[in-house]
């Protein structure tokens, strides 16, 4: 079996040095970390971790909970965070609350006593009450990831919601759009609210007014969202030439009622949305997406829990980590609007 002195002899580090870049108690140089985790895969180390866990009182665990791991953006989020949790020897456990608050709460509950750390992305437009935050707030660290949960303080790992909105707006703005509709998730997620002020302050800075008539908020369910296009594309004088979708979920959606409906993108109404839709090679035309860094918000995540699980009691302020989106041009909005419509 590979001992940690094996390890420091190859990485050409000290014992202490191994044993921290394993346990992540203590922080040392990038170099060194690379150079211990560069031995481990070399030597396929493997950690005796119940015998650690004795001597540390740690677990080597971190969990995340996720509200629906059958939306592709979810997994993406859950492979950078495993491959962080193991460049670190850690295991990572995923559960499903099924957007379900309660569910959630009881997996959280049930992680409290088995891991060092947990990653949670909430199940939906949810106040935690005083009780269940608190409750939280007295076990292991907890990161937020994606969405950022109401009455929890917590450190979070999220993409630039606002910054990203207004990524896609500006971009349909310089093809001359003007008339631009938004379709949205429920706007009590506070990155939906962040999303529509990306798209706000876009129209603000083309010298454009924001027109409410032009903000369609829907649930994440297919009806209701194929009742909000309907009643915007067909009641809306003028009607929209172009339409930003603020997720993913809302996007697939949102786009098939479009084609149930006769339009066609970008010849009837261009069409942009917030990350990538599943299976985008097969749609024709191929979706412009504003595009999270998924993978590498789920690695931050981790390294931000390993950086809360190292602190001492004297509690540093909570970190809020926002990282840049980017915006893929594809077909769908890549017509000017004519001159009509202008």
Known sequence: ?????????????????VSNVISGSTRVSEDARRR????????????????????????????????DLTIPFYPKIVRGAE????????????????????????????????????????????????????????????????????????????????????????????????????????????????????????????????????????SFELEDIHAVCQRGLFRQKPKPSALFATNGVTGLCALKSLYSLGFTTPESIAFITFDELIAEDFFQPRITSVVQPTYEIGHRAVEVLFERIAQSENTPSISNVRLPATLVVRDSSRLQVDKQRR
């Open 83 to 218: 491959f962080a949790a193991r460049e670190r020897g850690y295991f990572l456990i995923v559960l499903d609350s099924q957007r379900s608050h309660d569910l959630e709460i009881e997996m959280m509950a049930l992680l409290r006593q088995r891991v060092d750390g947990i990653l949670l992305v909430t199940a939906g437009d949810y106040n935690w009450s005083a009780e269940s935050a608190a409750a939280i707030a007295s076990g292991p660290p907890v990161v937020c990831v994606d969405r950022l949960p109401e009455g929890l303080n917590a450190d979070s790992v999220s993409v630039d919601d606002c910054g990203a909105a207004e990524l896609g707006v500006k971009h349909l703005l310089s093809l001359g759009h003007r008339e631009i509709a938004l379709i949205t998730g429920p706007l009590r997620l506070r990155n939906e609210q962040e999303r529509v002020r990306g798209y706000r302050r876009a129209l603000k800075d083309a010298g454009l007014p924001v027109q409410p008539s032009l903000i369609w908020s829907a």
């Open 36 to 67: 211990v985790l560069d031995a481990i895969r070399v030597l396929n180390y493997q950690p005796n971790l119940i015998a650690r866990s004795l001597k540390t009182n740690r677990t080597h665990t971190l969990g995340i909970v996720v509200p």
């Open 1 to 17: 079996m590979v001992t940690q002195r094996e390890l420091a002899k190859l990485a050409g580090v000290s014992a202490g040095t």
